[in-house]
């Protein structure tokens, strides 16, 4: 499925009043994950501004022991402190990674903004090496948009 049909989907889910906020972010990790061949993993983290940690929410995908994850720390705690998007074509190459499977070659990492402040953020992680383009960066940060509006009253 094209990024262009994924994008009614996305925000056909953030407006189901039946489901809970939680529900949502769910479905659309599994509609990524289920629709995207190379998205093995998709999950959101959310900031703890106080502690300066990342605090896993909703995932599709296999279990992950890193369920906490210090600001600074790996590509998600980088992207918490950059503010920015963070494409890993090869995660073997880089020095800052909290490796969660040998079967992950790349990762890419789109923060989450809700009135200007970075509150967490989309994590996907793939079996393939650099697969993410930048059409994946724009879609990823159209998700993102449809989110925060779930935490804005």
């Known amino acids: 499925m094209t990024f262009q049909e994924l994008q009614p989907k996305v925000t056909e889910i953030t407006l189901n009043t039946a489901l809970s906020?939680?529900?949502?972010?769910?479905?659309?990790c599994q509609l990524l994950s289920d629709s995207i061949?190379?998205?093995?993993?998709?999950?959101?983290?959310?900031a703890n501004q106080e502690t300066k940690t990342l605090h896993l929410g909703p995932y599709a995908g296999a279990a992950t022991d890193h369920t906490v994850?210090?600001?600074?720390k790996g590509i998600c705690g980088q992207v918490a402190v950059s503010n920015t998007n963070f494409v890993v074509p090869d995660v073997a190459a880089q020095d800052n990674y909290i490796a969660c499977s040998f079967t992950v070659k790349s990762e890419i990492v789109v923060p989450l903004f809700v009135n200007g402040e970075n509150i967490g953020q989309i994590d996907i992680d793939s079996h393939?090496?650099?697969p993410f383009t930048q059409d994946d960066e724009r879609f990823l940060e159209f998700v993102n948009e449809k989110v925060a509006k779930l935490y804005t009253v």
């Open 37 to 46: 061949d190379y998205y093995n993993w998709v999950g959101f983290y959310f």
């Open 128 to 130: 393939a090496i650099d």
């Open 21 to 28: 906020r939680d529900e949502k972010l769910l479905s659309i």
């Open 69 to 72: 994850i210090p600001f600074g």
